[in-house]
């Protein structure tokens, strides 16, 4: 090592590694004997060492309880993340996901032993391709980019099943998700952006200049993420159907549609879900999600494989038999097994406890949510694309005559414990605050959010510096996110550490 | 019945707020005649309602405590702490978004360092990300990663025949599109005849090579020769590993591998139908630009607290779009942070423990049913904890015997490999007693003689 002519000094640690409580000797669980006689194990492919850290439960406890007060989340405060949609997460799913009849099933097991999970699953398909009005649908895909690529992956299969091999274009919008281009990039597909109009909708003269015998589809998210509802979207869906092209939805935004309008109505394609948006899953501090897949009548033989079906029908006396099928041109499987069944358990009690009205009435609140806060907060901050909006909309996180930015005033939102919104995203608002309420807070936590935006945006003239040091009252302050990336410290030791030890 | 919080007042206050008479109002921009439609579905159950209708289904099923379980096939049976969920379950965990905001989500961010530490110290590689989707996909962005390392020019990509089909399935589907070839993806290759087949397919033009370790049928080889002919033709080698097996073997970063992932479900994820499960990614710091996936790192902040963030973000689809590696946004945190729970708990002794046990118990399960007469072991290779054994009659016939006396029985090879017909894979964990170990004996003898 170096010796630095000027000593740092040593960061602060407020709470230790699960490394540096280690020591040695101490054991969380133990396990039995064995009763079975002793096998003698391979010498030559042993490992020589293992140094996990050595800790009793209750410093295991404690160390992750400690850790647990640094987060925010849904259960602590309003949390209106746009494009995120982070709603009350149900208790009841939690337990139902818990059930020993669910959660110790193996899913390899003869499918006569797992018919409530066969059954469940076949319903599951049969309430999306109802709320979305798809022909079919697969559970399969684990989160929104995996059903994305699900997508394209069945978009080229259909165009190469007719013969059509010319196709290499996808239109992507430019206020897409990162994920649309991403995902088509994957399978080598070539993107082409086309840009919104002035009321944010996707200017039809330039996606019609695109349009030819070279395009895959579009993938378009509706409401969009400015949360505006595209009005001309009847005219996109004949644009892009009439150049031989395939309408991918993303359903990233489907909390403002539910019971207001079924995506295979109006002609998209396909669909991907997000269970853990609009389905109430948890996010779970990164995951897991859950994408499903919905489809047309024309696409479905080209769903991964295997899908729930019913095997044999039976009768008045036995129960029908469910069993997994394989769609005769299945673009193949996108993952291990049938998806992401806990997170399935979970959205299927949602639904469940919601019915029809109650599904309409998610979206209902979602979008006057929305709205009533835009209402509140469009005299302080300018809304580049201001009409009635769904369940999101996207400000300019700038005050006139401050040169705070869209990132002091997140961070600032922090110090009235509220979660910022998503900033600088979408791309096409300057320094964007992306704020999507959901329906489950109540009309006091949109009033107090509102009027500590108002007060930040008071304080951006009269004290600009409270705002570019914020956050002051959280547990942690701003990062040095330089010094992360120079550095690359990304485990508890050096790799060079670990080699001499 | 709903989540939604407002009184009929409230609601009609803010209406008045925004300025419309009613709901209805705000939903002009969608088509008309497609707005507002009669959803056919069951009528909203209360919670009470529910958690009985919900019980239903789970009551239909048979389980891996209600039976006795030797199933494994990339999904295993172990015990879960009880301490893990009571961790899992802290709202502060799992209902916090991805965090992008470090100042209010340490607890998540540093919960990732410690398992990317973990994870490395496990596969002896020096980065990891913070997670795919599970083993399957994580095998699929090792050959992404591979693509984008040779900037495309390297085509071929070689997988061994004895990595779990589902995992060459999920490869085969990521792959389209890509230009690539498949070597070594055939179920019909000799399946005996270890490393040393792989290395014949193996040129100039491959990107990357894939085992497995212990292999499907639960073989262990040493790959270091492998690894040795992987690079001495420049290509990249990945090793998908069994994270248990690994308590006591020999780390594939000690036999060469450049990246190493698998399924993490063996750390004390329930097994729950397939999933949500885990896939673990990681590799050495020289790939880490085009590695996907998030990963965090050390920094401080502004009161000189150590501190933790997301790095190298500039990777990832929400920058860099189509240029981006990898799609993944979503991943399997709440499932990486059980992971690490169950890793601090068990500790090193109480792993190895884990590990053993299951070593004993396959290889006392395994000579108790190469005794019997009709069934034999298929390799004379050394095994972990899975085994493929002979069968004297189709493995549907005696599963369905088995199942009739509370026993799920192994994994039916030949619906996979044709040459393999008869072949029934058995996995041994720590769950397994000996006399359950004994009783499945008794019963596979049984059906022998019917």
Redesign the interface.
Known sequence: MIENTVPMEKPKVVEPTLFELSSPGRSGVTFPQPDVPVASLPKSLLRKELPLPELAEVDVIRHYMHLSKFNYSVDGGFYPLGSCTMKYNPKINEDIARLPGFAFTHPLQPIESVQGNMALLYTMQEWLKEISGFKAVTLQPSAGAQGELTGVLIMRAYHQSRGDTKRIKMLIPDSAHGTNPASSGMIGLQIVQIPSDKHGNVDLAALKAECDDTVVGLMLTNPNTLGLFDEHLEEVVKTIHACGGLVYGDGANLNALLGVLRPGDAGIDLMHFNLHKTFSTPHGGGGPGSGPVGVTASLADFLPAPIVDIVDEGDDDIPPLYGFINPPKTIGRVKSFHGHFGVILRAFTYIAMHGPEGLRQISEYAVLNANYLLARLRSTYNVPYDRICMHEFVAEGMVEGSDVRALDIAKRLMDYDFHPPTNYFPMIVHEALMIEPTETENKDTLDAFAEALIKIAAEAKTNPELLHEAPHKTPFGRMDEVKAARELVLCCWLPEDYASS | ??????SPK??D???A????KN?ED??????AK??????????????ME??A???????????????V?F?G???Y?H?I?A?I???L???????????Y????????L?????Y???M???TGM???N??H?????AVAEAA?MAYAQFRGKRTRMVISPTV?P??R??L???T????LTLAGDDTRANLDGGPETIEKLIDENTALVIVQYPDYFGR?Y?YTRLADAVHAAGALFCVTANPTA??????PG?MGADIVVG?GQPLGI????????LGFFTTQ?KY?HKMAG????????????????L??TAR?????????T????????????AS??Y????????????A??C???A??AAEQISKLKGYHLCFDT?FFHEFSVCCPKPVAEI??HL?EHGI?GG?DLGQDYPALKDHMLIAVT?MN??EE?DLLVEILEEVSHD
């Open positions: 019945m709903t989540y939604i919080p407002h409230e609601r206050a803010m209406l707020t925004i300025g419309v709901l705000l939903f002009k921009d969608i088509p497609h707005r507002f439609p009669d959803l056919d579905l069951p009528p909203a159950l209360t919670e529910a958690a209708e919900l019980a239903g289904y789970a009551d239909a099923n048979e389980t891996t405590q209600s039976f379980s199933l096939a990339g999904a049976n015990y702490p301490a969920d009571h961790i379950r802290r709202g502060e965990f799992y209902t916090a978004y991805t965090p905001q470090p100042e209010i989500s340490q607890g998540t540093q919960a990732i360092f410690e990317q530490s973990m490395t110290l496990l020096e980065v990891s913070a997670s989707y599970d083993g399957a996909t992404n779990n589902q995992y399935e999920t085969r589907t990521y389209q599109g890509m230009g262990i040493d690994l308590a006591i073997l020999k780390t000690e399924e329930p097994l729950s139908f397939g999933g949500p499960y710091k880490i998030r990963l965090v790192g050390e920094t401080v902040d502004n009161r000189g607290q150590r501190a933790f963030v790095t190298l990832e689809q929400h920058i860099k779009r189509e240029r981006a990898s799609n993944i946004c979503s991943n399997q945190g709440l499932l990486a942070l690490a729970v890793l601090s708990l068990l500790g090193q002794t109480g792993f190895r423990q884990v053993e046990l070593y004993h118990k290889h006392y050394p599963n369905a199942l799920l994994y720590e007693t000996r170990i």
